[in-house]
């Protein structure tokens, strides 16, 4: 009888002890794996958004680097056709300079006593000055687009984060502005002069232009 009820007690506390065992486990196991899988998703989280910023980095990167190229092709752009302005102007002032020259020449001796050879002069003078404001039109037409295209390139290099390019563009494009308004200026005031000298060579030699226009036409044969 004592035997029954000591193996009954032993019985029972086994029992209740395996109860316990199990609620704690599971009380406890829960809370870890839930721990464990909240670290696992911030791991992953982390190292997707690093990702994600490396890629935005190298790909502003590769835009910065790209407006770079255009900035640079834009002031080569830019350098080149403002030098063919420059030297076209000059070349263009040198030849209205020899038909002034010759010109007050021409009224100095008369248009009678004047050689052929003189009015030769003159008239290749007045087809190259032809020739030359016909270039430096189609320059000054190429300068255009290529502030344009340089404008462009300044607009996007300072959306892309590139101020440094874009303030150098924008300084390149104002020094061309200044630049060819400048030799328009010297060109426009050589060009005066020689219009109100031509007209009082017509005022006084009233066959003066005829006389011009028939020796460019045997030139031309």
Known sequence: MLRARL??????????NRKKLTCGIRNVTPVTFAVLTAVKCDEQKHEFTDITDGESLEHEFLIRQATTVN?????????VTLVAIQDTSERLRDALSKEICLVQQALEWGEEATPA??????????????????????????????????TVAAEISFLSGNTAASDAICERIDHATRSCNNQKKLTHDLQQESLELQQQAIISSPHL?????????KRKK
């Open 7 to 16: 193996f009954y007690l032993i019985k029972s506390t086994c029992r209740l």
């Open 71 to 79: 900035v640079n092709a834009a002031t080569q752009l830019l350098t």
């Open 117 to 150: 050879q003189h009015w030769d002069q003159l008239v290749a003078i007045r087809g190259a000055l032809c020739d030359l404001n016909h270039n430096l039109r189609v320059l000054f037409s190429y300068l255009d687009y290529a502030e344009k295209i340089a």
């Open 209 to 217: 232009e005829d006389k011009l226009k028939q020796q460019d036409e």
